[in-house]
């Protein structure tokens, strides 16, 4: 069983970037789709954005799209999350994940999750 750990989160200004590590370790880290999701205090866990097994498809959220940037380096076991433009909605604890599942969006699909990374955006 994989096992994802994310770094990267901080405290940041609106208008600004960050960029999310999520990186594996166990077996065949190609054989899973990687997804990103976030939640905020109070709120149900999120999806973010997914990227296939072989990096060639990527899919995000509409709040998110044209923003976040998410990649996959499987020589590295390492996924990323590329966040420009912050703003304060933004602001969450980010967790990555996979699944062997076709369902990108949803989150009962993943299996493998990550403890999550803190991203607190200030206006």
């Known amino acids: 069983q994989v096992r994802l750990m994310e770094s990267g989160g901080r405290l940041v200004q609106a208008g600004g970037s960050l960029r999310l590590s999520c990186v594996a370790s166990g077996p065949r880290f190609d054989n899973y789709l990687l997804g990103w999701f976030r939640q905020a205090p109070g709120t149900e866990r999120e999806f973010v954005a997914a990227?296939?097994?072989?990096?060639?498809?990527?899919i995000y959220a509409d709040s998110v799209r044209g923003r976040f940037t998410i990649s996959r380096d499987n020589a590295e076991n390492t996924a990323y999350l590329q966040m420009n433009a912050l703003n304060s909605e933004d602001t969450g604890v980010y967790f990555c994940a996979t699944t062997e599942s076709t369902s990108w969006r949803d989150v009962s699909r993943y299996d493998n999750w990550g403890q999550g990374t803190q991203v607190t955006v200030s206006s």
């Open positions: 990227i296939s097994r072989t990096a060639a498809s990527v």
